[in-house]
């Protein structure tokens, strides 16, 4: 009988790996679809998610540790630090939308930067930003 429930149990871990593979969490997906790269699941250091208001609102922050040649990558097509200060300002009064606290993700020290606007409403705050301190990324996405 331990045999069987050992077997039902590793058939249950190899679908769930397959699902993960072919559906990504949205953590993996999300750096995928806004950063251009591709991350796994265990690359993921912090996740955390409060989306799912009016119209899928909230926020998002994502910490993961990037390969080798992710790190050349940003190094060569992101912003330098200091962050643009129009950006910076838009970023750092909108923390704390739903409660997350951005600044104590986001080191005050020198790195690459990241931004994108997803939204082509002026109404509306649909952006994400990323910056690297050399180890680690931390993403951030805001859906208002």
């Excluded at 996740?47 to 009016?54: A, I, K, N, V, Y």
């Excluded at 330098?80 to 020290?109: A, C, D, H, M, R």
């Excluded at 606007?117 to 859906?143: H, I, M, P, Q, W």
Aim: charged share 20%; glycine share 6%; proline share 4%.
């Amino acid at each position: 009988m331990k045999i069987i429930f050992q077997i039902i149990a590793l058939i249950l871990s190899f679908f769930a790996a397959v699902f993960n593979f072919l559906f990504p969490p949205t953590a993996v997906s999300d750096i995928r679809q806004n950063l251009d790269m591709k991350i796994r699941p265990s690359a993921v250091v912090y996740f955390e998610d409060t989306h799912g208001g009016f119209h899928g609102d909230g926020e998002e922050i994502i910490i993961f540790t990037p390969t080798d040649f992710q790190k050349e990558k940003i190094k060569a097509e992101w912003n330098k630090t200091p962050v643009e200060s129009g950006i910076y300002s838009l970023i750092f009064s909108k923390t704390e939308y739903n409660g997350l606290e951005l600044t104590k993700y986001i080191p005050n020290t020198k790195g690459y930067w990241f931004y994108k606007n997803r939204s082509d409403f002026t109404y509306s705050y649909n952006f994400s930003f990323a910056f690297f301190d050399g180890e680690k990324v931390c993403y951030y996405e805001l859906d208002t």
